[in-house]
């Protein structure tokens, strides 16, 4: 605690029973610690919310992982595991997203550990990589592959969950600077909390990032949103809303513009941003998920796809890839942006193409109706397309209109000429 090393809740819980003889399946499910429920109320709080939060992964920030934390304080008698809680130091911000589904590690941090535990820092999804060895972070059991869950029952950490190789023996990767710098910043921001040194609100950090935003020179809303890089929609939203920020967003736009992690929970009137240069900070999580295979496959898929006679625009590219435009325009933007030009050019023949093969159907329905000896109604018609409103496009309400007058001429076309 109050270290850049700071032990995160779900290891702290898994490392403290066995001292007590105890497995950490066996405190919160096993039959033994049922007699001291009656005496101890605190230890059916950890047994009623530790099952749920922990299977949920929320227990180091959800309302219910607080009380939690607070009852394994009292029971513990260690007040400062409460802090592991990030509900008990950073208020006001909603906590979404803070925290990865899975656990990830670094081995050769845990190869170092007498006992070894795992970090908050791990924990948090903003942090790619390790801040002591300047490497990725590991998300997978390096025998097999598997991902790990937060906890193991039987509190034996550095083993994998599926296969019980040890997880220090992983393959890593060197970090980029802007990884490292971002684990820097997340590290520091932990010292501090879990010290107890530092209590901050959503508020606060959103009015230091604002107040950057003014020194920089930026007066209103369009060039503040501009400044920080965020959709001016969402800087009105938090200004004249009381809803609040997620500490992920809040946290992620100031380590994209550079700015001292610290600082911003402050709320600092005066930030000077950091010196690296920013812009590559945001590639580093938003591909963390795509192994350099997965991209490469991505780039194929996309390549076939934009070399069809008809290319479709990224958003349908990326739906038949499964992956999001965003991620395909980054991945390849050369290739996507003339893509989109081409389907831009394109859309007018498709749509013509479209009205086309509608005015077919329509025709050969009239004929159909006309063949029965009928005069086909505006209700007939629309009713032969299966989605509603086909008809209130313009061009085809003409079309319809100019069919059953075709209609009606060829049936009562005599009666009228011979009167
Ligand atoms: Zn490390
Ligand atoms: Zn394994």
């Not at 790990?148 to 039987?154: E, H, N, P, S, T």
């Not at 550079?258 to 812009?279: E, K, Q």
Request: proline content about 5%; glycine content about 8%; hydrophobic content about 35%.
């Amino acid at each position: 605690m109050g270290t850049t090393k700071a032990e995160s809740i779900t290891s702290f819980l898994m490392s403290v029973p066995p001292y007590n003889g105890l497995t950490f399946g066996e405190l919160l499910w096993g039959k033994i610690m049922r007699c001291y429920e009656s005496s101890h109320p605190d230890m059916a709080t950890l047994r009623d919310i530790g099952s749920a939060s922990l299977a949920l992964g929320s227990v180091g920030t959800s309302g219910t992982g607080l009380k939690f934390a607070e009852a394994l304080a009292r029971l513990t008698g260690r007040d400062s595991v409460r802090l592991m809680n990030w509900g008990a130091t950073t208020d006001g911000a909603s906590h979404s997203r803070l925290m990865r589904k899975h656990q990830a590690w670094c081995p050769l941090c845990l190869a170092e550990d007498p006992i070894p535990y795992f970090r908050e820092l791990w924990d948090l999804e903003l942090a790619t990589s390790c801040s002591r060895h300047r490497r990725r972070l590991v998300h997978a059991c390096g025998h097999c592959g598997a991902a790990q869950r937060r906890y193991r029952c039987d509190g034996s950490m550095a083993l994998c969950q599926r296969c019980d190789h040890p997880l220090t023996v992983a393959t890593t990767v060197p970090a980029s600077p802007h990884e490292t710098m971002v684990a820097d910043q997340l590290g520091i921001v932990i010292a501090e909390v879990t010290a107890g040194r530092l209590k901050t609100t959503g508020d606060l950090m959103k009015t230091a990032l604002f107040g950057w935003a003014e020194q920089q020179g930026a007066t209103s809303v369009k060039a503040k949103a501009r400044l920080i890089g965020m959709p001016q929609s969402l800087v009105c939203y938090w200004r004249y809303t009381d809803r609040q920020p997620s500490l992920q967003r809040l946290w992620e736009l100031s380590l994209r513009n550079g700015l001292p992690l610290l600082d911003v929970c402050r709320g600092s009137r005066v930030i000077t941003a950091h010196s690296l240069p920013n812009h590559g900070i945001p590639r580093a999580w938003q591909f963390r998920l795509l192994t350099p295979e997965q991209k490469e496959g991505l780039r194929s898929g996309l390549a076939t796809i934009a070399s069809r006679e008809h290319p479709p625009c990224v958003q349908h590219a990326a739906i038949e890839l499964g992956v999001s435009a965003g991620t395909l325009k980054a991945l390849a933007p050369r290739v996507c942006e003339d893509m989109s030009k081409r389907s831009r050019s394109q859309r007018k023949l498709i749509v013509a193409v479209r009205f086309q093969r509608f005015q077919n159907k329509v025709k050969r329905y009239v004929d159909d109706i006309i063949g029965e000896g009928k005069v086909p109604t505006f209700q007939d018609i629309s009713s032969c397309f299966k989605s509603p409103g086909v008809l209130r496009a313009p061009q085809c309400r003409e079309y319809v209109r100019a069919e059953i007058e075709r209609a009606k001429l060829q049936l009562f076309g005599d009666t009228t000429a011979g009167k």
